[in-house]
């Protein structure tokens, strides 16, 4: 399972890349092998606020259906379109083809809720024992 | 919780395992949308040890046994398979079965994992007469091979005598030492067979399947999908001991002419009206309804989807479910929970139309 170094990451598996002005984010190699084969992604509109940890896009599998949340607070400067079409690219690229959707974060300080990826390593190893 | 004697092989595939009906299953290998695919195209095998089996030995002119089936056992040929119900006395579907015609005085009949138990507390409970029921279902074990190519790598273990063997009939082959039934049914709607091995002998007879490149694991995951595909029902989801067959629409797995238990309920229930309806239909889009979700007409509720999923072969979102008046074929329908709203169209089943299992050159079930 990959947990890339400079990513910061939430408990329900969304992992964040803070750059300078932007925020861009998907869900991890973990989320996505759990959920199985993604079937349908709704994007979220750029224009639209997120809020820290609250239902930022919807996401199904074959299985089931279920939310992502947003790592961190702002406004939405645009998301990956070619989800709508190929929603398998978070299956096959969930870190790279397959991010979710950038933000413009309000508050930097938000960070300090998020996991490092040596936490996140833990966290994740909890979790399947 | 139960395990099927190929826990072990499921785990050396990396299979997903998970809960199902009170059996450790298998739910998917390499991806239940590859897995339903490859089923389609070529031949997928499955792990159906957690279904039960019962043999009954009755003298039909001397038990009520054939009361017991809402279709006429009396009239089957032995070697013959039919699909139907078992009701409690208010006309509620206890189990939806197969039954096989061994010789004239002696059947098999298949049921559901999860309601084995009840199915043999149900059946002795109204049994009568010159009749001797056994569950032999801990003990034999179940494997199904079923798409298109199934028949190419079942050949290669039984010879050609295969090929006589037509849909819903079965026959006993030399397989592995043993000598077994081997039925032409399933549950996806593919060109398939049903194997009944004793548990010794299981997993070398898995093994040897699956040594063939044509075929592949199949977890229950794509099972679903694949029997949603043609509008098959799940005992449990789309049919319940609250809902009768008329209720469910599978008028034709009843015949009114014979007598079975829930009769008396079931012609009460066709004169005074049906209450529910089965409604089957094809979202907008990938978005797929679930379980549960509301089923929507101009604003008003009017039912409850039983199974929702994404279709592998449609690529959209396709569901079964029922609704409080009849819906014609073409009608626009939502299926809502929270605030999504998924627009879709009621249509016939099956979705996918191109199913091989009455044979391979007519597509069409």
New interface residues.
């Given amino acids: 399972m990959q947990i890339p170094d400079r990513l910061f990451y939430t408990k329900e598996h969304e992992w964040v890349r803070l750059e300078k002005d932007v925020a861009t984010i998907g869900i991890t190699d973990y989320a996505q092998g759990s959920l199985g084969d993604i079937t349908f992604v709704d994007v979220p509109k750029a224009g639209a606020s997120a809020k820290q940890f609250k239902p930022l896009a919807a996401i199904e599998s074959v299985k089931a259906a279920s939310d992502i949340y947003a790592p961190v607070s702002g406004e939405i400067i645009k998301a990956n379109s070619e989800l709508t079409a190929h929603p398998e690219l978070i299956n096959s690229s969930p870190y790279d083809k397959g991010w979710i959707a950038v933000i413009r974060p309000l508050d930097v300080s938000e960070k300090k809720n998020l996991m490092n990826p040596a936490d996140y390593t833990k966290y994740v190893e909890g979790l399947s024992k | 919780m139960k395990t099927t004697p190929l826990l072990e092989e499921h785990k050396k595939l990396n299979a997903?395992l998970a809960p199902f009906g009170g059996w450790l299953m298998p739910?998917?290998y390499s991806?239940?949308?590859?897995e339903h695919r490859w089923t389609r195209s070529s031949c997928g095998l499955f792990d159906i040890c957690h279904m039960g089996e019962f043999i009954i030995e009755a003298d039909l002119a001397e038990s009520n046994l054939n009361q017991l089936f809402t279709f006429d056992i009396s009239s089957m040929r032995p070697g013959t398979c039919r699909y139907g119900f078992t009701l409690n006395e208010a006309a509620g579907i206890v189990d939806d079965l197969v039954v096989y015609r061994i010789k004239n005085n002696k059947w098999m009949v298949v049921v559901n994992a999860s309601t084995t138990d009840n199915d043999e507390v149900h059946f002795k409970k109204y049994l009568s007469g010159k009749v001797d029921l056994k569950n032999v279902s801990s003990g034999l074990g179940k494997l199904d091979l079923q798409g298109p190519k199934s028949a190419d790598a079942l050949r290669k273990i039984t010879g050609a005598k295969l090929e006589r063997l037509e849909y819903y009939t079965f026959d006993y082959f030399d397989v592995l030492g043993e000598n077994i039934i081997i039925s032409r049914t399933g549950y996806t709607g593919e060109l398939g067979y049903e194997l009944y091995m004793p548990d010794k002998k299981i997993v070398q007879l898995w093994q040897a399947l699956l040594s063939d490149a044509l075929v592949k694991p199949v977890g229950l995951?794509a099972r679903d999908?694949l029997r949603l595909e043609m509008g098959y029902s799940l005992y449990g989801q789309d049919i319940t001991g609250d809902i009768t067959p008329l209720e469910a629409g599978l008028d034709k797995f009843v015949d009114l002419k014979k007598e079975f238990v829930g009769k008396d309920a079931l012609l009460l229930q066709k004169k005074n009206g049906l209450k529910k309806h089965p409604v089957f239909f094809i979202a907008g889009?990938?978005?797929?309804p679930?379980h549960n979700y509301r089923i929507v007409v101009n604003g008003n509720d009017i039912g409850v989807v039983t199974s929702g999923?994404?279709s592998?072969s449609l690529e959209v979102?396709i569901g079964m479910g029922y609704a409080s008046q009849p819906l014609a074929v073409g009608e626009r329908i939502a299926l809502e929970e929270g605030n999504?709203s998924i627009p879709a169209v009621v249509t016939r089943k099956p979705f996918y139309k191109n199913g091989t299992a009455r044979g391979l050159k007519h597509a069409n079930t």
Avoid at chain 2, 31 to 34: H, K, L, Q, T, Y
Avoid at chain 2, 285 to 288: E, G, V
């Fill in positions: 997903r739910i998917q991806g239940i949308i590859e995951g999908t889009s990938r978005r797929s679930r999923s994404f592998p979102g999504v």
